[in-house]
């Protein structure tokens, strides 16, 4: 067994090459995903602006490339993230039990289907009621002129954040897998995490309350889920006699 890393007699310079190697290994990952859904991103363009009846502005020919790249680059981190889910839970699986190690190994997957929903839920719910409120706001005042650049950032803005706020059951259920999160903290914190989602989603959203409530009532359920998923991973590893 002398092959195993024990996560005890390494040292710090040792936990941090092996913290660097795995980074290093993830962006590879994301610049390799990047290099090939650079392929097919005419593809993705043409459905993205399918709905457009005439052609996105460009200033420049240098915006084709920098719009691509920044499709190309959201592609690939959709990709990456289940490499760098695994890398994070290689790295810090030698400290947990065998037991925990074959549990927390599920959150690899889960990590990147909710993801694509975050993803899938700014493309479809929130972005057209930002840019409908938009354009509406500037019809009467403003002719309406989109560059290709300035729309796909806008959007990308819109849109990714939510990817990384749907991570938050699978956070949930990684912290309380190895014992930093349980289900009284979580209920103690419910005001305060309440307030804080409130707080983004209307600080994202335009100033109407069909817009807020899009985007608060699924982030307080990605909570409520978060702590029902605490609860039941604790019920889980308890033994019979303490339930």
Do not use: C
């Not at 190697?21 to 097919?40: E, G, N, V």
């Amino acid at each position: 067994m002398s092959g195993m890393r024990d996560p005890n007699r390494m040292s710090v310079v040792g936990h941090l090459g092996e913290l660097r190697a795995r980074m290093i290994r993830t962006l590879l990952s994301f610049l390799a995903a990047m290099a090939a859904t650079f392929l097919y991103v005419q593809d993705l363009y043409a459905w993205l602006v399918r709905d457009f009846d005439e052609k996105l502005v460009v200033l420049g020919p240098s915006d084709v490339l920098r719009v691509y790249l920044l499709l190309s680059g959201v592609s690939a981190l959709a990709v990456t993230m289940p490499v760098a889910a695994w890398h994070a839970w290689r790295f810090v699986s030698p400290a947990l039990g065998e037991r925990t190690r074959r549990r927390t190994a599920m959150f690899i997957p889960v990590l990147a289907l909710l993801f694509l929903a975050g993803l899938a839920f700014g493309y479809f719910a929130l972005f057209p009621a930002m840019l409908g409120f938009l354009e509406r706001m500037a019809s009467e005042q403003f002719e309406t002129l989109y560059t290709a650049r300035n729309y796909f950032t806008f959007m990308i803005h819109v849109t990714v954040p939510f990817g990384f706020l749907f991570e938050l059951p699978a956070a949930v259920l990684f912290l309380t897998r190895i014992g930093l999160l349980n289900p009284a903290l979580l209920a103690k914190m419910r005001k305060s995490a309440y307030f804080v989602l409130v707080v983004v989603a209307v600080s994202i959203t335009p100033p109407d309350i069909v817009s807020d409530i899009i985007v608060i009532a699924p982030l307080l359920l990605l909570y409520e889920i978060s702590v029902a998923i605490s609860k039941a991973t604790v019920r889980r590893t308890e033994p019979a006699g303490v339930r």
